[in-house]
């Protein structure tokens, strides 16, 4: 099963994103089936890599925190837009985490060489006009929400589409 570990987002939030509409004039994109901040992709497991993995993702310490929206970013850079995303602050209790879940996972999955807290609002497939995409994504999205836990997905494709489905959430 492919699995990854992810922040999810309150609706409220969901639906900001929703509303931005990029015209096939100025790309082509698809979009992400559900809005997620991911700490870690697994990849595919077996179930004993799952129930490993589960075990020793208890031993994470969380403490709640409040997550804030900011800027618009892309990778690989603003000149080659491949995606394009909205950043997340406090970057550095993001890192922690990310840190503390590569340290529990060790032994099972490699630690990420770079991680940008992001998340992801469109992959690019062909960009027709750069600058209004752009400014299309660099709006104020203001918004913050209280985290109390970060969950283990499992991702099914199921008639064309990605569908996460929750297979523990720790808090």
């Known amino acids: 099963m492919r699995c990854f570990i992810a922040i999810d987002l309150p ?9 931005i509409k990029i015209d096939r004039d100025i790309a082509e994109v698809s979009v992400p089936d559900d809005y997620h901040l991911t700490l870690k992709f697994l990849g595919e497991i077996n179930k004993n890599e799952l129930e490993r993995t589960k075990r020793n993702i208890r031993e994470v310490r969380f403490r709640p925190l409040i997550l804030n929206l900011e800027n618009s970013g892309y990778f690989p850079n603003d000149n080659y837009i491949e995606v394009a995303w909205v950043g997340v602050t406090p970057k550095s209790r993001i890192i922690k985490l990310k840190e503390d879940i590569d340290d529990a996972l060790m032994g099972l999955f490699q630690r990420d060489k770079r991680f940008t807290p992001h998340i992801t609002l469109y992959r690019v497939k062909k960009m027709r006009d750069k600058n209004k995409f752009k400014d299309l994504l660099n709006r104020n999205y203001e918004s913050h929400w209280k985290v109390n836990s970060f969950v283990l997905y499992e991702s099914r494709m199921e008639n064309g589409r990605h569908r996460y489905y929750p297979l523990e959430e720790y808090s």
């Open 11 to 19: 609706e409220k939030i969901k639906y900001k994103f929703r509303e």
